[in-house]
């Protein structure tokens, strides 16, 4: 169990770090750029180093260890939860961002703004990880220094099935994102943690789930058994698809895209009578637009809050 205790206080240490970044970066700096850049920094890098040391424990933990999958996915749903909590509304996720462009809720210069934030902060989680690993604190990282340099893909299943496992891992990802962004954190966090938990069970054997792309680049890119290419169709292709047709069966329409609704008609609420009505004397005239035409574009316009 000694090197279950080191990786927890490896995951103590990492959400202590990253909560005091958070806390500097909002002293430091104006509340746009934490908000599109050090946030997604910080919520990356966090995300990133949690899942690297994860994979030590679900790769090497039951045979050096003797952890079990119960007690592993009971880890991973506490850090998802924690993490959840944490972030402090940061995607670290690019899908996550271009859904927010996708529904025109964040512009295109804040979107490729975000996506070098997640890309950078995946990176500084892998050096400074490694770094750790370098230590030797258990014999778990001293397994993991020896088998860095000749990691494994992730990527245990064809091509074709990884990125249909992919895209439907994001696509019930961002669907629930979508379903459960006005309800409250309280209940949204554990939610989310359940889902990305139990998708991890089921699809972990074949890609080990990560329907990120800034995460798979950063943990399995570099290893030996595909090509960039294999892992780009899979890893990035796949989630992306995922979240676009989320998207469009939420919102039967791509709002960035489409203002017409491509999916599902609208009724009027209202019958128009067939008969012509004749003005009566005391009928007043009513303005073209008045309201109800500042109401519709209040509603066409109108987004909902983005989710953690």
């Given at each position: 169990m000694a090197g279950l205790n080191v990786s927890l206080s490896f995951f103590f240490a990492t959400f202590a770090l990253c909560q005091a970044a958070r806390r500097l970066s909002k002293a430091l700096l104006s509340e746009g750029t934490y908000a599109s850049f050090a946030r997604e920094v910080v919520g990356a890098a966090q995300l990133g180093a949690c899942c690297l040391e994860m994979r030590v424990l679900v790769e090497l933990g039951p045979w050096a260890g003797g952890f079990g999958p119960d007690l592993l996915l009971t880890l991973l749903f506490l850090l998802l939860l924690v993490h959840g909590a944490t972030c402090d509304g940061a995607a670290a996720n690019p899908t996550v961002s271009l859904q927010e462009l996708l529904l025109a809720e964040a512009s295109v210069p804040c979107t490729l703004?975000?996506?070098?934030?997640?890309?950078?902060?995946?990176?500084?989680?892998?050096?400074?990880?490694?770094?750790?690993?370098?230590?030797?604190?258990?014999?778990?990282?001293?397994?993991?220094?020896?088998?860095?340099?000749?990691?494994?893909?992730?990527?245990?299943?064809?091509?074709?099935?990884?990125?249909?496992?992919?895209?439907?891992?994001?696509?019930?990802?961002?669907?629930?994102?979508?379903?459960?962004?006005?309800?409250?954190?309280i209940y949204r966090v554990p939610l989310t943690a359940l889902l990305v938990t139990f998708m991890a069970y089921t699809a972990g054997p074949f890609t080990s789930a990560f329907f990120n792309p800034a995460l798979a680049a950063s943990v399995t890119f570099q290893c030996s058994g595909s090509t960039l290419l294999e892992y780009a169709q899979v890893y990035w292709l796949g989630p992306l698809t995922g979240m676009v047709l989320a998207v469009l069966l939420h919102h039967g329409r791509l709002p960035r895209l489409f203002q017409r609704n491509l999916l599902y008609s609208q009724k009027n609420k209202y019958r128009t009578p067939r008969g012509k009505l004749a003005p009566g004397p005391r009928d007043t005239p009513m303005p073209g637009g008045g309201c109800r035409s500042r109401e519709t574009t209040r509603e066409a316009g109108r987004q909902l809050p983005g989710s953690g």
């Open positions: 703004l975000a996506l070098a934030a997640q890309g950078l902060g995946m990176q500084a989680a892998r050096v400074l990880t490694r770094r750790y690993w370098a230590w030797e604190l258990s014999d778990l990282h001293v397994l993991q220094s020896l088998m860095d340099a000749h990691c494994s893909s992730t990527l245990r299943t064809s091509v074709p099935h990884g990125t249909l496992v992919e895209g439907a891992c994001a696509f019930f990802f961002h669907l629930s994102l979508l379903r459960f962004r006005n309800t409250l954190p």
